[in-house]
């Protein structure tokens, strides 16, 4: 049993790597037969694998088909950041109209980690503390509920490839949209906390959607949230674009 468990976690690392690096392009098809020859392997770990890729959304089962390689989709992406968009701009509001020090050391200490590590080119540290300052931010609001909500939504899209990072944007240019984030929350400035987030969720929303998009899936124009941003309540801000 502990040498079947070793060879299909080998084999679940090995295809999810394939699938990442578009070895293995999103619509495409492939049988149990064909993936076990390919990795020399017996079909059951094979088997437990895919299972494994379909729970993070790598892949779908075709009854008497075989596997669907899924990537991500431009109304993928669109979905998790409509969710994120409700959940986090106003919780930025939240946070910097509740802030303690303790609370804004916190959300200074990630930053920081996130400028030294992209100092160091450390890509795995630098997204561990990205994720850190969002949670953090979060947290001021109390809601478990609504940290574990948002940490889903990031990892439903990341775990299946899904990011800017060296693709449309480097580190510092994803730090420099955080700052000022932390800088509204740091003085208290509920409207422009919002309006920062806003606009660090709509710009990443929108990279991502033009690198899943194809002729048949265009991305939407720069106006894709509108509908749903002119609605939601953030005190003191009118409608209307961000700025």
Do not use: C, K
């Not at 899924?70 to 993928?76: A, F, T």
């Not at 400028?115 to 949670?135: I, M, Q, V």
């Amino acid at each position: 049993m502990a040498a079947r468990a070793t060879t299909t976690d080998r084999v679940f690392a090995s295809l999810r790597e394939s699938i990442l690096a578009g070895e293995f392009p999103a619509g495409s098809l492939h049988s149990i037969y064909r993936l076990a020859d390919l990795m020399e392997v017996s079909r059951t770990p094979v088997r437990e694998a895919v299972l494994r890729l379909a729970d993070v959304g790598l892949v779908t089962i075709e009854r008497n088909r075989g596997v669907r390689i899924r990537g991500v989709s431009v109304e993928d992406v669109r979905s998790v950041f409509e969710l994120r968009l409700m959940i986090e701009v106003p919780t930025a509001a939240y946070a910097a109209a509740h802030a303690g020090a303790d609370d804004v050391r916190a959300l200074e200490a990630e930053l920081a980690g996130m400028r030294t590590s992209a100092g160091s080119l450390d890509e795995p540290r630098f997204t561990g503390h990205d994720r850190a300052l969002h949670g953090a931010i979060g947290a001021i609001l109390g809601n478990e509920r609504a940290q574990q909500e948002v940490a889903g939504l990031r990892d439903s899209i990341q775990t299946r490839g899904a990011s800017t990072l060296h693709r449309s944007r480097g580190m510092p240019e994803i730090l420099d949209e955080h700052v000022p984030i932390v800088e509204a929350i740091a003085t208290g400035d509920p409207q422009a906390a919002a309006t920062r987030m806003e606009g660090h969720l709509l710009n990443t929303a929108m990279l991502l959607m033009v690198q899943a998009s194809t002729p048949e899936d265009p991305a939407p124009d720069s106006g894709w949230a509108d509908g749903l941003r002119n609605h939601l309540y953030v005190p003191g801000r009118a409608s209307g674009p961000v700025q």
